[in-house]
């Protein structure tokens, strides 16, 4: 069973950066799409960043220029950079990856288990 294995989260100040991964946990055929998403305490989930199996990349408004991310296909891992961080970026961060898991599998959407980022003086 394969599994989203995220890494990197945890304290920070405002004006600081983290680094979060993100990994398969098994040899897998190929990952489609990837993102990230998070989920303030008490308020919906929502879409942080998106890359393409071709490294398009997308970004929600609130963390455009500040945030990035990015894939390494030969490691089926992916990051999200975070700089700039504000006390308004804390929340449950989520990897999500949309997985082949063999050449003539169905392509599958998996999570994280997520990891908390805290922006706080």
């Known amino acids: 069973q394969v599994q989203l294995v995220e890494s990197g989260g945890g304290l920070v100040q405002p004006g600081g950066s983290l680094r979060l991964s993100c990994a398969a946990s098994v040899r897998i055929f190929s990952i489609a799409a990837m993102a990230w998403y998070r989920q303030p305490q008490g308020k919906q989930r929502e879409l942080v960043a998106t890359i393409s199996s071709g490294g398009t990349t997308s970004y929600a408004e609130s963390v455009k220029g500040r945030f990035t991310i990015s894939r390494d296909n030969t490691k089926n891992a992916g990051d999200l950079q975070m700089n700039s961080l504000k006390p308004e970026d804390t929340a449950v961060y989520y990897c999500?990856?949309?997985?082949?898991?063999?050449?003539?599998?169905?392509?599958?959407?998996?999570w994280g288990q997520g990891t908390q980022v805290t922006v706080s003086s």
């Open positions: 999500n990856a949309r997985i082949q898991l063999f050449r003539l599998s169905p392509i599958r959407d998996y």
